[in-house]
């Protein structure tokens, strides 16, 4: 049973930067897609990135330019968050395939 965990979340003024990690136990298969999701109260989960087996990446509009997703083995898995904003305030989950979720760390961007 694969299990992921992300961790690296925290609270940052605007304009400021954070890398969040997920981690994932057992044999993920590099077959699946991995992403990050979010969801901010009241809101639903929505995609940020995504890196496919051949590091091909996708990102939503808001965070291009902004966040970096890479994946340099099969069990790791990072964002990069720069010029952070308010609205980038949510809970951020990492997923496998969409099959499996982390439990999810807290972002807060906040004057």
């Known amino acids: 049973q694969v299990q992921l965990v992300e961790s690296g979340g925290g609270s940052v003024q605007p304009g400021g930067s954070l890398s969040l990690s997920c981690a994932a136990s057992g044999s993920t298969s590099s077959m699946f897609p991995m992403g990050w999701y979010r969801q901010a109260p009241g809101k639903e989960r929505e995609l940020v990135a995504i890196?496919?087996?051949?590091?091909?990446t996708n990102y939503a509009d808001s965070v291009k330019g902004r966040f970096t997703i890479s994946r340099p083995n099969e069990n790791m898995m990072y964002l990069q968050m720069n010029s952070l904003k308010p609205e980038d305030t949510a809970v951020y989950y990492c997923?496998?395939?969409?099959?499996?979720w982390g439990q999810g760390t807290q972002v807060t961007v906040s004057s």
């Open positions: 997923t496998l395939g969409t099959m499996i």
């Open positions: 890196i496919n087996r051949r590091g091909e």
